[in-house]
Structure formats: C-alpha cells, structure tokens
C-alpha cells in the first residue's frame, strides 16, 4: 500500500488465534481507513486454522510475526516490540474499525501532544444484535484510576497510545492469561489522563464461547484480585489512590472468597477471604 508522510504514522496491531473466521473483517476494516499513513501487524498466536493462508492472501498488505500460543499479552507485546511508528493502535480480531477511525483519533491525539494514550466510543454486538451498554460501561476521559477499579472501562480495540506510554509503564503482563487490559490501564492510569475521542468508532462483537472473557468469565475476579494486587505491592500510589485500590481488592476478594466456597473451591476461597482480611488492615 502506498503511504503519504504527511501525517503522523500509526502502527495498527491484531493479535489473533484461531479467528479465520472473522479475521479477515477486521484487517479490511485498517485496510479501508480513510487515514493514509499505517503498517498494519498481525500477530498469529500459534493458529492452527485456515489463519496462516489467509494472512498469507493479503501479500505485502500487511506485516504478519508468528509465534507458537503464549495468550494475547504476549502477541500485543510482539506487536509493540516490532512496530515502527511513534502511534501504536490496537484491534482484537473479532472486532472492527468504522472508516475515520485513525483520522479522527490521530487528530484528537495531535491536538492534545501531551497525552500519552486516547481511547473512544464504541458500538456493541453480541451474537449479531445490537447491545445497549450499561451506565457502568460508559466511556470517560481524564482521571479514570478510580472507574478502572471495579471493571475494564476501556475497550481494547478503542486504545491508541504513544510509544513513550509503554516506555514509561512497561508491557502488557504475559503471565495473565485475561484482563491483561485491565492490568494494563490501572498501571497507566496511575500517572497519565486519558484522552476520549466521543465517538463510536469501534465495532466489537461478544458472545461467542472461543472468546478469552467468556472463557475465564466465572473466574475473572481472580486475576482482577492479582492485578490490584501487583498494582499495590511494585506501583507508587498517592494515599487515596492507595486506599481505593485496598477497598476495591477487599470488595472483590469476599465476592470471590464467598463465591468460591459455595462451588466447593475451599482452599482458594479460604484464600481470598484471608487475603480481604490482610488488606483491610491500613499496615498492609
């Protein structure tokens, strides 16, 4: 693809595994941006479907790196580390961007030079209907470190951030198998504001049981536990960004504990229990 230098080049990254089905929607959708200035990398995580040819038909349209399976933290993390370009933006493979995508969010960014990292609206489908987001889910710009607490407030596919965000916080945790965006945010959300382009320009599509949050759904308080509590033992906090988090892994960790042990998961649910007891005390 021939591309203008004109404008602020963006490196487009899809992690992908197992997705020839829906795979090719989301590399058209970079393909027909508006924007004229991106490479686009796809990162197959050890597929072993009809991934490799269809990639293979796209020629030098795109970049493509294989690896065997180490999980989406690792193949964002490939991306990052191959990518050329100052803007780095991210699309899960089952999802889509609407055509102004990197144009508006590229002028959004331009605009504000000292922010580290945008994300937008998004459109929701869940088993091909419409999906109306609940208040909880809504998108919001700024200070978020104490909305990303309870939940993953920021949509993968909606994130483009500057090289210099993960130069700052490091990479994505390979060792979380999910809410690897989750951990991410918190950490980033510590220091840098977010920007939100207030428009719905990603299309993400849910529902479907090969997807890694229905996967570990029932148990993905677990390692929303584990990320606040990495965030509190190796992150420097204020002390009311300190004390959220506390009541946030408390709150999460009795759900959880109870949760446990009525499904007879005794010994971890033991564990989550003691765990919300050793962080209710201010001398953790």
Known sequence: ??????????????????????????????????????ELIVVDDGST?????????????????????????????AGIRAARHPLLAFLDSDDQFTRQ?????????????????????????RNGLHLNQKKRHAKEGGDIFARSLALCVVGMSTVMARRELFDRIGL????????????????????????????????KHGGRPDQVSVHFQTGMDRFRIRALEKLLSSVPLTQEQSRLAREELVRKAILYGNGCLKHGRREEGQRCLALSVSYSSPSV
């Open 1 to 38: 693809m021939s591309r203008s230098l004109s404008v602020t080049p963006v490196s487009v990254i899809i992690p992908t595994y197992n997705r020839a089905g829906f795979l090719s929607q989301a590399i058209d959708s970079v393909i027909s941006q508006t924007y004229p200035n991106f």
């Open 101 to 125: 995508k990197l144009a508006l969010q590229v002028a959004a960014m331009e605009a504000e030079p000292e922010l580290l990292i945008s994300h937008t609206q998004e459109t929701w489908f």
């Open 172 to 203: 994505f945790d390979e060792s979380f198998p999910c809410c690897e965006d989750y951990e991410l945010w918190l950490r980033a959300s510590v220091d840098h504001p977010f920007l939100l382009v207030d428009s719905p320009l990603t299309i």
């Open 49 to 77: 479907d009809e991934t490799p040819a269809l990639l293979a038909s796209y020629g030098k349209s795109l970049i493509v790196l294989r690896q065997e399976n180490r999980g989406p933290a690792a193949a964002r993390n």
